[in-house]
């Protein structure tokens, strides 16, 4: 009988949404390795698998050889693969033990770690072990360390309460992101409050019986409802106003001074806020952002353009979800921050549109440039 994990780890080798996922994960990694001080640097990943989103960075990244990395999997035949990828990659200091990763022990003597990778574990148990986990991570953390972890968003959402649960443990946010299509989502936190005495014996989380694990109950309802929902709310998806006009520049600051002295664009730094007035009574109604964005920045897509034009829209996910549908170039991801949510997508001509769905407290800036 082949074991469950091995079998779902089988999906990865079809294109589609865990591939995604997978990459939104890596790209979560080379952040937090690109951000790490110099010196070695200690991984810890619990319910590992074969550690391809680990591996996977490390094969190409320039900190690779200083890292130490300990990833806890129960499955030997997933362990014994990423041993094998590990090996062939030179990589002698990731080590896999196969150990249950929901108690602390198997954490002896690899941790304080400056990456956590908690992923693929939230959708599998109680909310109160997830509540938990949040809460003792802390004792695997060293000072300023980075947490990746993954929950999806299917009904009833708890990714607002693990988001939440992070901020009163002493993390602060670094992203926040879903997968277009889907409920995956993926979270980076980082430890900004003081880490705790690490613990061995202690119980973070225990895997549920298959059906009754919060991913499996919400599979077979999602299947039924998600697109019949995203119909029904397509006719009110719609863009709702101009949210921003970005540039592209190789010296952003010094494209922004340009604007700024001479054509007059009240410029802070690299960004201004133009704020509509309302004609009758005077008063703030919303403000469009104008910037300049670095020749890099992540949100140009990949065709090279020279400007972006962000749309203030409504309900963002059904209407990515009618773009998707009608053959649109969409991103595979949205970014969820304070400001709101943030997806992207491509006109048929190749210019990149930002749209971006407003909080439902958002409040324009304070120090405005009006629009006469």
Not at 60 to 68: E, G, I, L, Q, S
Not at 202 to 226: D, H, I, M, Q
Not at 298 to 315: E, H, I, K, L, S
């Amino acid at each position: 009988m082949v074991d469950e994990w091995v079998a779902w780890h089988r999906r990865y080798d079809r294109r589609g949404d865990l591939l995604r996922r997978l990459d939104v994960v890596q790209a979560r990694i080379r952040e937090a390795l690109d951000a790490a001080r110099p010196g070695p640097i200690r991984v810890v990943s619990l319910c590992a698998g074969d550690g391809r989103d680990l591996l996977g960075v490390l094969a190409h990244h320039p900190r690779a050889r200083d890292v130490r990395a300990r990833l806890v999997e129960l499955s030997k035949e997933l362990a014994a693969r990423g041993r094998r990828r590990a090996r062939s990659l030179g990589l002698s200091r990731v080590e896999f033990v196969t150990e249950d990763a929901g108690l602390t022990d198997a954490l002896d003597g690899a941790v304080p770690a400056d990456l956590v990778l908690v992923c693929g574990i939230f959708g599998n148990i109680a909310d109160a072990d997830v509540r938990s986990t949040v809460r003792h991570l802390p004792e695997l953390c060293a000072p300023g360390a980075t947490v990746i972890w993954t929950r999806g968003r299917f009904p009833p959402d708890l990714t607002t309460s693990i988001r939440r649960w992070f901020r009163a443990s002493g993390f602060a946010e670094r992203s926040f992101t879903s997968v277009t299509g889907t409920t995956m989502s993926i979270g980076s936190a980082r430890l900004v409050g003081r880490p705790r005495r690490y613990r061995s014996g202690v119980r973070l989380f225990t895997f549920l019986p298959a059906p009754e694990r919060p991913s499996n109950r919400a599979r077979a309802r999602l299947r039924r409802g998600t697109a019949r929902g995203a119909e029904r709310r397509g006719e009110r998806a719609r863009a709702v106003g101009v949210g921003g006009i970005f540039l592209r520049a190789r010296e952003p600051r010094r494209l922004a001074r340009w604007y700024r002295d001479r054509l007059g664009v009240a410029v802070e730094g690299q960004v201004a806020d133009l704020t509509w007035l309302s004609p009758r009574a005077g008063h703030r109604v919303g403000h469009t952002v104008w910037a300049t964005l670095p020749d890099d920045d992540r949100d140009w897509g990949p065709r090279g353009a020279t400007a972006m034009v962000n749309y203030r829209v409504r309900d963002l996910e059904s209407l990515l979800y009618r773009l998707r549908r009608d053959g649109v170039n969409v991103s595979p991801t949205i970014e969820w921050s304070a400001a709101g949510k943030f997806g992207w997508a491509d006109d048929p001509e190749g210019n990149r549109l930002e749209l971006w769905e407003p909080p439902r407290n958002y409040r324009p800036p304070e120090r405005p440039m009006p629009m006469e």
